[in-house]
């Protein structure tokens, strides 16, 4: 028959069984969570299916090329080491006025392919179009080239200064 110990033994036993189970599925559910974290796709501007502007410069003596990304989702990436890595994401008001100039200032339409040793380059590419535009270190005769490439610069400046 039960008497009080018996019942004050069996309810000790399931509550230290009953703390045990909840520890138990406490840790389970932390790694499930965690193994449910959605992975962060690499960004790659071969495969990227939006509009992306890359720019940057390249040449001289080291012939070292340094080219950013900036997305149309307002994502600013750099090359380094075949790798492309985040440098920050730019306000969405200013990204959408970048993209918007681009074709406002007639850059879409823009050919120029004229580098030399140390070049500067602004590329466009989305599904339906792309274009390359290149120049050298001489004055460029479109202004607007000389100071879009320099906002964008300044883009770069304001998220990461460490790359200049």
């Not at 009953?18 to 796709?41: Q, R």
């Not at 290149?134 to 790359?163: R, T």
């Amino acid at each position: 028959m039960w008497n009080k110990i018996n019942i004050i033994t069996f309810y000790s036993n399931n509550i230290n069984g009953m703390k045990n189970y909840f520890v138990f599925l406490i840790f389970g559910l932390s790694l499930l969570m965690m193994s449910c974290k959605t992975k962060d796709i690499a960004f790659n501007p071969d495969t990227y299916d939006d509009a992306v502007i890359s720019f940057g410069s390249g040449g001289g003596f080291t012939g070292m090329v340094k080219t950013f990304y900036l997305t149309k989702n307002g994502n600013l990436y750099t090359a380094v080491n075949n790798q492309y890595e985040l440098i920050g994401k730019v306000d969405k008001k200013v990204n959408n006025q970048i993209f918007t100039n681009y074709n406002a200032l007639g850059l879409d339409k823009l050919s120029m392919d004229t580098p030399g040793n140390k070049y500067y380059f602004i590329n466009f590419k989305s599904k339906d179009t792309s274009n390359v535009i290149q120049w050298g270190k001489n004055p460029l005769e479109d202004k607007n080239l000389s100071i879009f490439y320099n906002i964008l610069l300044d883009l770069v400046k304001k998220l990461s200064p460490q790359e200049f």
